[in-house]
């Protein structure tokens, strides 16, 4: 049965940044996407997607990884086409982390951050990490499908510190809205 309800079908979640000053090491952030089941929309993800992986079943997709944030526009590009995804999942969380390989950096020693998710051409949040300025990891967006199977959008970016790996095991967890 259809009905004339629209809800969130495909998303792009678009992250850029300034490179680094000439001889300090490359400002590397990569998006991460973990999705969630049905029976623990807030336990582990079942699966992670990021640099070097997709969905098992290609519904979310990174487009374009930056490690340097040189070029125009946005650096990195991810791809989350929610309308064909699994009704086996309930929920995903989208976030950034800055790899740490290098020392510790956060989002204020990072020049001219910006996040923007979008749905078509209509923008459904943007930020620049400002407000997460001491954190090395930040949740920028979380969509979470309710009972007749629709996709919402809840807008966020809670910072977080920790490398990738910590962070990607942790972004998921209920916060207090």
């Known amino acids: 049965m ?11 979640v678009r992250v850029k940044w300034d490179p680094s000053e000439t001889g300090e090491p490359a400002n590397d952030l990569d998006i991460i996407a973990a999705t969630y089941g049905t029976e623990a929309p807030y336990g582990s993800p079942v ?19 930056s490690r340097t944030g040189q070029g125009y526009g946005f650096d990195e590009v991810m791809t989350l086409e929610l309308d064909r995804l699994s009704d086996a999942y309930a929920r995903v969380v989208v976030g950034v982390a800055i790899q740490q ?3 510790r950096k956060t989002f204020g020693h990072i020049g001219n951050t910006a996040v923007q998710i979008r749905e078509g051409y209509t ?8 407000a997460v300025a001491s954190a090395t990891a930040a949740v920028v967006a979380e969509f979470v499908r309710d009972a ?5 959008f809840i807008p966020a970016v ?19 809205r």
Do not use: C, Q
Not at 123 to 130: C, G, I, K, M, N
Not at 148 to 152: A, Q
């Open 2 to 12: 259809s009905t004339p309800n629209k809800d969130i079908e495909k998303v792009e």
């Open 47 to 65: 699966y992670l997607v990021h640099f070097d992986s997709r969905s098992p079943d290609g519904t979310i997709t990174l487009n374009r990884d």
């Open 123 to 130: 923008s459904l949040a943007e930020d620049d990490f400002s």
């Open 101 to 103: 390989r290098d020392g």
């Open 148 to 152: 007749s199977g629709s996709w919402g």
């Open 158 to 176: 809670r910072g977080f510190d920790g490398d990738p790996g910590s962070f990607a095991e942790v972004m998921g967890n209920r916060s207090d």
